[in-house]
Structures are given as structure tokens and as C-alpha cells.
């Protein structure tokens, strides 16, 4: 399927005929073209916030490593799926969520969510101490980000 976005009254009509039981589960993904795993996330949201949930959110949600951990925990003891975990927590997408188990599994932190996440760069070529210290004379006399530069 497409990474398309879908309106709220297709959300919600595709989420009607899903609490209906008239149509199987592929019949409403056919007719409202969406798959399996975003229908049954729309439902997940829906019931735990309602139609606001199913808006599409402005800016990306923030979460601390606490809300993760636990989150991750009660997956492990196998007593909730993960869409259970998506009500339960309020997160946003079963995306998000392997995310953090990936991280998790991978022994890699788990951080709280950063509102202003930067991008640096990882891999580069070696610099010189000259060539550093004149990059940043650069940056200053340009008024130049450094680590745009």
C-alpha cells in the first residue's frame, strides 16, 4: 500500500463497518484501500482517544524513557499486544513502538523523546585541527550554523 494519508470520515466509516461485523476484515481494507495493520491502529486509537486520536498530529509526540520501558516490559511478559500497548499508552504507531523494541533487544538506551532533534553527522572524512579551527572562523564570520556547515 501507498504511504497515503486518509481523512478523518474514512477513518471513521472504515472503523463503523469494522464494529458492524457486516464485512470481514479484507473486505473494508479493500473497499477503503488500507491495510490490515492501519485499520486495526485506527481502532486501537479510537478507543483510546476517541476521534481526536485518529487526527494526524502536528508534531511528533514525545515520550520518556520511563513510558518506553514500561511499554517494552508489559510486551515482554506477553500479556498485551501490541495494539493493547498502543491504548494502553497512548502511542502512536505500532512504528514507534518496534522502534523501541529494536533499540531495546539491541541493548542500545532508551531516551526520552527529544522535541528538537538534531542530525549530526556520523561519518565524514578526518579534519585537520587548521582546517577545523578555520571552519569555524568561517561559521563566525558568515553567521553560519556549525553543524550545518
Known sequence: MSNKTFSIDTKISALKYLEEGRYS????????????????????????????????????????????RNAIEDYLTENYSKHELMVKYGISGQTVFNRWLKKYNSHSELKDSNQRMTQTMTKGRKTTLEERIEIVKTCLKNEKDYKKT
Do not use: D, S
Not at 479493500?30 to 479510537?46: D, I, P, S, T
Open 25 to 68: 476484515v479484507r473486505e473494508i481494507c479493500r473497499m477503503f484501500n488500507v491495510n490490515v495493520r492501519n485499520l486495526y491502529e485506527w481502532r486501537a486509537k479510537y478507543q483510546f482517544g476517541g476521534t481526536n486520536a485518529l487526527l494526524r498530529p502536528a508534531k511528533n509526540k514525545i515520550y520518556p524513557e520511563e513510558l518506553k
